[in-house]
């Protein structure tokens, strides 16, 4: 029989508030990975930064490399600092970092600059989920966790929008680039001066042994007794196998060993279908099937909005279904849209116009199922599918693997663009959401890793 889970079904004021400030960290994650598409299409002029295929590649991946030691050093810092501490330390250096991106002289700065940025953002997408899970009673884990994920859409969306209106108002300034980067500041600000009024993670209290902070803490964002007494039983026995992840014992435990390659399959899967070569580098595909400069910005607001509804659709979809299932769905999903998209822009079987609305309605088709299922599941498996004395390593190196896929397809997907054509990469990012599916039936299987995590 199921059994209900305790606690109480919706959030309290200062949970709210809480949840939706660290969300915060996501809306960050989506506005600045978002704000290169469209942003490119400027920086890319002559008399701008002139940027090459090659060196188009850097600028964007660069941020993505950052993002990924940003994410392995989640690992240390969430757990010296304390949760909310580091999240203010990211506010401030994203903050330096997009100020700097907005004066790059030349793309070796802008790629340099990006890449800094990038361990903010990186460092954020760690810590986010981690700490939504952590201040959550049970019942409200997936709701709140999954603001994240909204937060990273609505960014995206966000930065869409802005370059969309910068780039119609003044699409003749080519310079117009440095205020899209520098509207990014805008949020982190935000973040930093908002994160002043949110608690530290309870849970991260009890690992420091300070019981009444957390019992405090818990009890003003509305953990029922149960809850709490579960949270104290799982910091001591943290606490007594060691605040450090044991890396004897994982390379010695099957189990162990079984939920890190879980870990690294679940972030693997959430680039490797494909998504951020339409949230980079939409307006460059939007542009090579037809569609004007001008065109292809508001294109990437269209796919925004998809984005956008997506996830809110699809919300409580994921918060009652099992993440397992539903990720497996999602990409099966994801084969059939990118193996349509990638005939249709081989054959073009319709007139251009005809043809350009739909590769649009195809692209969303893909979007709606990616940023709808496959993106919040894989953010939500990561955030818990792990037993505590693992979940902060787990998690950092899930997410690594994510933005280490992501520097890799972004670093490459302008020169196979310029080698294979958007037909041919497309395919080749369905055999890759094939092999996906593959990876998740091994790995991300709700039945083995549940078994593996009850071994600790």
Known sequence: MHKEKSGPKKNNPFLSYTSYV???GGFLFGYDTGVINGALTFINRPDQLGASPTLQGLISSALVLGCMFGALANTTLADKLGRKRLLQWVAAIFTVATLACALSVNAWMLIISRFILGLSVGCASSLSPLYLNEVSP???EA????KNAIGIVLGQLAAF???????????DWHPIWRIMMLAAAIPAILLWIASSKIPNSPFWYLLQQKRDHARHIFKELGFSK???????IEAKESVKQGDKADWHQIFSSKSALYLLGAGITVGFIQQASGINTVMYYGSVIL????????????GNVLIGVVSSLAIFVGKPVVERLSPYRLLTIGLIANVFSLGLLSWVMKTSPLAASMNNILVLIILSFFLATQQGLVSPTTWLLLSEMFPQQLKTTFNAIGTAMTWLTNFVISLIFPMLIAAQGTAGVFIIFTFANLGCIFLATLFANSRLVKRAAAKF
């Not at 709701?143 to 999954?146: D, I, K, P």
């Not at 802005?162 to 003044?170: E, F, K, P, Q």
């Not at 149960?226 to 104290?232: G, K, L, S, T």
């Open 143 to 146: 709701q709140n966790v999954n």
């Open 22 to 24: 660290i969300a915060l």
């Open 287 to 298: 542009e090579k099937v037809g569609l004007g400069s001008g065109g292809s910005l508001y």
């Open 226 to 232: 149960n809850d709490i007494h579960e949270n104290v």
């Open 161 to 171: 929008t802005v370059n969309a209106i910068l780039g119609t108002i003044w699409p």
């Open 138 to 140: 049970e019942t409200l």
